[in-house]
């Protein structure tokens, strides 16, 4: 293997990061071709009004139905040049695109850069995470939220500094409270998550039980209490 600051680990990471630009584009172009002209989808009607409608919000109820932060998700589509529902849809197709950003950095942190790049093409070329990255559907920004809270554990596992291993335990819980906030569903992915901790700290030789545990589960309840 070569030394890390060598020409040949050079050029092997110019031409991954050339890769994962490319598949992360690749990402893009495959959400965004015709977003504008599918046919709308009933639960985008739904999830676009209660954020951007008082009225509907009331009726809607996104509190009572466990997804809060529907009442927010969707307001910077107004900012966008194009129709509220196309609007929408970009931002989730952004956000689906994130979302392998995420997954690829989690496994570069912790399985090397191949692992990154096969992921990372995975979710690009996913045909259940496609179709849902290119409607108004919040399932897209629960894993986006839940991808980087991977990315948040590869990373805490992979650094020697205490003080990073507890910012990134707060953060991750941070962001799983607010996956469960933009819809509750997302507390299934917990044990998912719980098995992600555990391979990525066997893999670093690290304590399962980590006593920095306590922080994921107090600032996930953080969100909560705002």
């Known amino acids: 293997m070569a030394p890390p600051n060598s020409p040949a680990a050079a050029d ?8 994962g630009g490319l598949i992360l584009g690749a990402a893009l172009v495959l959400r965004l071709t015709h977003i504008g002209a599918l046919e709308p989808f009933v639960d985008e009607g739904a999830n676009i009004l209660t954020s951007l409608n008082n009225g509907v919000r009331r009726a ?21 040049p194009f129709s509220t529902l196309t609007s929408a849809r970009v931002l989730v197709a952004l956000t689906g695109t994130f979302t392998a950003a995420m997954l690829g950095l989690g496994l570069l942190l912790c399985a ?8 990372m093409v995975l979710w690009a ?3 259940i995470a496609v179709f849902h990255e290119r409607l108004a559907l919040q399932d897209p920004c629960v894993a986006a939220l839940l991808a980087t809270v991977f990315a948040l554990i590869a990373a805490g596992s992979r650094t020697e500094h205490p003080r990073r291993r507890a910012g990134a335990a707060a953060a991750a819980g941070l962001l799983i409270g607010a996956a469960c906030l933009v819809k509750i569903s997302a507390v299934l992915a917990l044990p998912w998550l719980a098995l992600a901790f555990v391979a990525v700290h066997r893999r670093f030789d690290r304590p399962v039980f980590d006593h920095r545990l ?13």
Do not use: K, T
Request: charged content about 10%.
């Open 12 to 19: 092997r990471n110019s031409i991954f990061w050339a890769a």
């Open 60 to 80: 809607f109820d996104p509190v009572g139905q466990g997804r809060p932060l529907l009442a927010w998700m969707f307001r910077p589509a107004e900012l966008l």
């Open 112 to 119: 090397g850069g191949r692992a990154a790049l096969i992921g």
């Open 125 to 127: 070329a996913l045909p």
């Open 214 to 226: 306590w922080l994921v589960a107090v600032f996930a309840v953080v969100p909560f209490l705002l």
